[in-house]
């Protein structure tokens, strides 16, 4: 009986998840605070002695993990709108969070930003094959003065890689590692992503994961990716299915809202929905992630409510404008605080669903209406989600709250807005909160993965 144990390692908790693959079922849950601070094996044990009555002592494990803040990567590149925005897409492609980004020629100031943000690697880019070479040799000279500690992936002009292997010809092993692989963006208007994504995820799987202490694992498991990845893959697996007959919903949307941050997910390929529209800038990978680090209910609260009407809020729910505020201050004094009432779970989902509008319409694409001298044009920015069938929700906030669709349906395209939102979306919310587990699994199994998320998948009403 082919069974699986699949974890992750979180900055809080460790969560495991035990499937049989035959059965195509879940067998157990259960979940132990990470103990991150001295060796995660106590926590990962501590959870496992939960499920060992259920799966024995057999079953192969594979783990993921954000723990210690994931996996954080600063993106260097040329153009704001090219080369960057190029390697901020891969970056977060390969399960990163992007904690810093630099165009055109790095100053002190931008190396010294850089230091302080303490990234465990810089993604560096610029110019498309054969074009610009100045900047990022440039740019090269200066982190290998500057950041020499800090492993550096180049996925730009290959034309000037000759170069480069001399100015970083110094780094040739860990901890300070030089890769070199294919430019992000090779053309104008071509993104290259997935090269760089694999890198991103080899140098996690040989550097970071000992870094983070998650080695001492590696004796019983497979440390196998980055947590956002896994979600991704699963998003991905359950958007396009296995074959014909096991075939997925199809283009979706994705929401995984936590106690810091809310990742946006999309499988679509966006393209504008009139022949009078124009796509402006970059053209948009098909599976994107974006990461808000300024919503989340519970680390970050603060910050969401400083983007939100609050007095509009208020009288949309019902609740008193104080009852919001107190709510908000209660949470940021104790941010493990659950609602215990009903008028603090009234102001909780009200924030929940106020920061999925929020995120979900700075994934989306825009249209903006101008003018030219043939007349009246469209242009599009990003991804038009208007005819996505599918709003899934994910996440601690979401999976819990008892009227999840309430909170999904304000990633859904309300009249007058220019945000290109799904237009009349069904909605589900991944009850179990396994989607990380089943990204996991695809890697060994792709179709128990996708069977088990959709018999767990619940549809749920606006």
């Not at 970056?91 to 850089?114: F, N, P, Q, R, W």
């Not at 924030?351 to 009246?376: D, N, Q, S, V």
Request: hydrophobic fraction near 45%; charge should be neutral.
């Amino acid at each position: 009986m082919p069974r699986y144990l699949l974890a992750d390692i979180g900055s809080t908790f460790t969560k495991l998840c035990a499937v049989d693959t035959d059965a195509r079922a879940i067998i157990a849950l259960a979940s132990a605070p990470t103990t991150v601070a001295d060796d995660v094996n106590r926590g990962f044990e501590a959870a496992r002695r939960e499920l060992h009555p259920a799966i024995g002592a057999t079953a192969a494990t594979l783990v993921c993990s954000s723990a210690a803040g994931g996996l954080r990567i600063a993106a260097v590149g040329l153009v704001p709108q090219l080369t960057m925005a190029a390697a901020r897409q891969a970056a977060l492609g390969a399960g990163g969070k992007v904690i810093h980004a630099c165009a055109y020629e790095l100053t002190e100031s931008d190396t010294d930003d850089l230091r302080r943000r303490q990234p465990d690697m810089i993604l560096l880019s610029g110019g498309t094959d054969g074009g610009d070479r100045a900047h990022i040799l440039h740019n090269a000279r200066i982190l290998e003065q500057r950041l020499p500690d800090v492993p550096v992936i180049v996925a730009g002009n290959r034309a000037a890689y000759g170069e480069m292997r001399e100015i970083f010809g110094g780094r040739t092993a860990a901890p300070a590692e030089i890769i070199f692989t294919e430019n992000v963006l090779p053309e104008v208007n071509r993104m290259n992503l997935e090269p760089a994504r694999r890198c991103i995820r080899d140098l996690f799987l040989r550097r970071i994961v000992h870094a983070r202490g998650l080695d001492r694992l590696q004796t019983a498991a497979r440390i196998l990716m980055p947590t956002p990845e896994a979600v991704m893959r699963a998003i991905r697996l359950l958007a396009e299915g296995v074959s014909a007959a096991q075939p997925g919903l199809g283009e979706l949307l994705a929401l995984d809202m936590g106690g810091a941050t809310t990742d946006v997910y999309s499988c679509a390929r966006g393209a504008p929905e009139s022949p009078q529209t124009v796509i402006k800038g970059l053209p948009e990978p098909y599976v994107k992630r974006t990461v808000e680090a300024d919503i989340g209910l519970r680390h970050t609260i603060g910050f969401l409510a400083e983007q939100i009407d609050l007095p509009a809020l208020a009288a949309e729910t019902g609740l008193p404008a104080a009852a919001l505020r107190d709510w908000i201050d209660s949470v940021q004094r104790q941010p493990d605080r659950l609602p215990a009432v009903p008028a603090e779970l009234t102001a909780d989902s009200a924030l929940a669903r106020a920061g999925c509008r929020i995120a979900a319409i700075r994934h989306a694409g825009r249209l903006e209406e101008t003018y030219t001298p043939a007349g009246r044009v469209y242009l599009q920015e990003g991804k038009d989600l208007g005819s996505v069938p599918a709003v899934i929700g994910t996440g601690g906030p979401l999976v819990n709250n008892p009227a999840p669709g309430i909170l999904l349906s304000a990633a859904r395209r309300a009249p007058g807005m220019t945000a290109l939102l799904p237009r009349d979306p069904a909605y589900y919310v991944d009850r179990l909160y396994i989607l990380w587990a089943m990204g996991l699994l695809a890697e060994v199994d792709a179709g128990a993965a996708l069977a088990i998320m959709r018999n767990n998948l619940e549809q749920v009403s606006a």
